[in-house]
């Protein structure tokens, strides 16, 4: 191998994850053989027909999708938390290490060890975009086709962070969700919480659920939804005793509400402080997660107050 061949090559790897193909080695200038016999020195290592790699090349997650989908032989994308990986979302703790692509119909190309490849029949354009050139599934698609491997409360979770954030289309997420439902058990809490009337049922589950907790706990004067009776600026509150002088405010999806929400809240927290109130506050993550700390606050703010 020339200098001027070795040069071009390790341009070639520089750009390109550290990995080459025959055909790309043709198409830039390469002769024959010379990957074959790079590979018995020791300095390229084949790991799969055809496919080339720099044996001290330690490549990312990005890195090691770029090369499967490069060296397919029918279209593959980046696909579940490999694609919401690509877009920067942040990742479930036990979110699949191992490069996940996906291709259209049953055929199952050979993409090299660890690469774990899924196939559909249902992949539309709307499905697909390209994340710094590497061909992948959308945000939206992703988030659907891992939402039931996850528990509700990571479901809720990355559905509240892509839309909070906007790195998901909401309309668009609702319309793919109502498509691809069918089979797909973990698709409905995205389709309840997503529509347009998301909002008000995720507030009606979350206080079904945190009221009784509160009511558990020791509030049991607790009147839900009333305006305060020493704050009445405050307007409507969620939970409220007077007898413990305690007002409960819950907190929902973060994309569920706009600044002029946050602001309003603000108004009223202020209120009800200037009534002499107590004022907590809690995530729907308290609730479904750690209702034991809800219950242990508002025990201390009770024995306060006896």
Same mark, same amino acid.
């Given at each position: 191998?020339?200098?001027?061949?070795?040069?071009?090559?390790?341009?070639?790897?520089?750009?390109?994850?550290?990995?080459?193909?025959?055909?790309?080695?043709?198409?830039?200038? +390469? =002769?024959?053989?010379? @990957?074959?016999?790079?590979?018995?020195?020791?300095?390229?290592?084949?790991?799969?027909?055809?496919?080339?790699?720099?044996?001290?090349?330690?490549?990312?997650?990005?890195?090691? *999708?770029?090369?499967?989908?490069?060296?397919?032989?029918?279209?593959?994308? /980046?696909?579940?938390?490999?694609?919401?990986?690509?877009?920067?979302?942040?990742? !479930?703790?036990?979110?699949?290490? =191992? $490069?996940?692509?996906?291709?259209?119909?049953?055929?199952?190309?050979?993409?090299?060890?660890?690469?774990?490849?899924?196939?559909?029949?249902?992949?539309?354009?709307?499905?697909?975009?390209? *994340?710094?050139?590497? !061909?992948?599934?959308?945000?939206?698609?992703?988030?659907?086709?891992?939402?039931?491997?996850?528990?509700? *409360?990571?479901?809720? %979770?990355?559905?509240?962070?892509?839309?909070?954030?906007? /790195?998901?289309?909401?309309?668009?997420?609702? +319309?793919?969700?109502? /498509? @691809?439902? =069918?089979?797909? $058990?973990?698709?409905?809490?995205?389709? =309840?919480?997503?529509?347009?009337?998301?909002?008000?049922?995720?507030?009606?589950? +979350?206080? %079904?659920?945190?009221?009784?907790?509160?009511?558990?706990?020791?509030?049991?004067?607790?009147?839900?939804? *009333?305006? $305060?009776?020493?704050? !009445?600026?405050?307007?409507?509150?969620?939970?409220?005793?007077?007898?413990?002088?305690?007002?409960?405010? @819950?907190?929902?999806?973060?994309?569920? /509400?706009?600044?002029?929400?946050?602001?309003?809240?603000?108004?009223?927290?202020?209120?009800?402080?200037?009534?002499?109130?107590?004022?907590?506050?809690?995530?729907?993550?308290?609730?479904?997660? %750690?209702?034991?700390?809800?219950?242990?606050?508002?025990?201390?703010?009770?024995?306060?107050?006896?």
């Amino acid at each position: 191998m020339t200098p001027g061949e070795r040069d071009t090559l390790t341009r070639f790897l520089r750009r390109n994850d550290q990995a080459i193909t025959k055909d790309e080695a043709l198409a830039v200038g +390469l =002769r024959p053989g010379q @990957l074959r016999r790079l590979a018995e020195r020791g300095e390229l290592r084949r790991s799969r027909q055809g496919l080339y790699v720099v044996p001290s090349a330690s490549l990312s997650m990005a890195q090691r *999708v770029a090369v499967a989908v490069r060296v397919a032989t029918t279209p593959a994308y /980046a696909a579940r938390f490999s694609a919401l990986a690509l877009h920067g979302i942040r990742l !479930p703790s036990h979110a699949a290490s =191992r $490069p996940e692509v996906v291709v259209r119909g049953t055929c199952r190309p050979d993409l090299g060890e660890g690469v774990v490849v899924h196939r559909t029949v249902q992949l539309e354009d709307i499905d697909l975009t390209a *994340v710094a050139g590497i !061909p992948s599934t959308t945000v939206e698609r992703a988030v659907i086709d891992v939402a039931s491997g996850l528990s509700t *409360v990571q479901r809720l %979770r990355l559905v509240d962070q892509v839309l909070f954030t906007g /790195a998901a289309d909401r309309d668009t997420l609702v +319309l793919r969700s109502d /498509a @691809l439902q =069918r089979g797909r $058990p973990g698709v409905r809490t995205i389709l =309840r919480v997503a529509s347009s009337r998301g909002q008000q049922r995720f507030r009606s589950d +979350l206080e %079904r659920v945190a009221f009784p907790l509160l009511r558990a706990a020791g509030l049991d004067d607790l009147q839900t939804n *009333v305006v $305060p009776r020493h704050a !009445p600026g405050a307007g409507e509150m969620d939970a409220v005793s007077e007898r413990f002088r305690v007002i409960v405010e @819950l907190d929902g999806l973060r994309f569920h /509400a706009d600044g002029r929400a946050r602001q309003r809240d603000n108004v009223k927290g202020n209120a009800a402080v200037l009534g002499s109130y107590t004022l907590l506050r809690f995530t729907w993550a308290d609730v479904m997660e %750690r209702p034991e700390r809800i219950q242990a606050h508002v025990r201390t703010v009770i024995r306060r107050a006896a």
